[in-house]
């Protein structure tokens, strides 16, 4: 059993910062990339950012230059830096990360419960 624990939301003005956290645990043998994505109300979820095992990342248009994604294997974590919030940024957020659960099976999708950022005008 994976499960995906995150941390770290809340409410903030406009221009703050938070920091998401996503922990890993069960059974696992390697996690490949691991990512954020988020939903608002009335819209679809969307890709925020994304990172491989090797450390490469992507971000969506809309946080480049504001959110950095980082993880750390030793603790199976993600992170989410966010910085210069907007309040367009207001959704709840996801973890998801690509996980073989033991070495002879494939890799599956998980993802966390969700935590609410919200940011205020």
């Known amino acids: 059993q994976v499960q995906l624990v995150e941390s770290g939301g809340g409410l903030v003005q406009a221009g703050g910062s938070l920091r998401l956290s996503c922990a890993a645990s069960?059974?696992?043998?390697?996690?490949?990339?691991m990512g954020w994505y988020r939903q608002a109300p009335g819209k679809q979820r969307e890709l925020v950012a994304v990172?491989?095992?090797?450390?490469?990342?992507n971000y969506a248009d809309s946080v480049k230059g504001r959110f950095t994604i980082s993880r750390d294997n030793a603790k199976n974590t993600v992170y989410l830096q966010m910085n210069s919030l907007k309040p367009e940024d207001t959704a709840v957020y996801y973890c998801?990360?690509?996980?073989?659960?033991?070495?002879?099976?494939?890799?599956?999708?998980?993802w966390g419960q969700g935590t609410q950022v919200t940011v205020s005008s």
């Open positions: 069960g059974s696992i043998f390697r996690i490949n990339a």
């Open positions: 998801n990360a690509d996980i073989r659960p033991r070495i002879l099976t494939t890799s599956n999708a998980y």
């Open positions: 990172i491989t095992s090797g450390g490469s990342t």
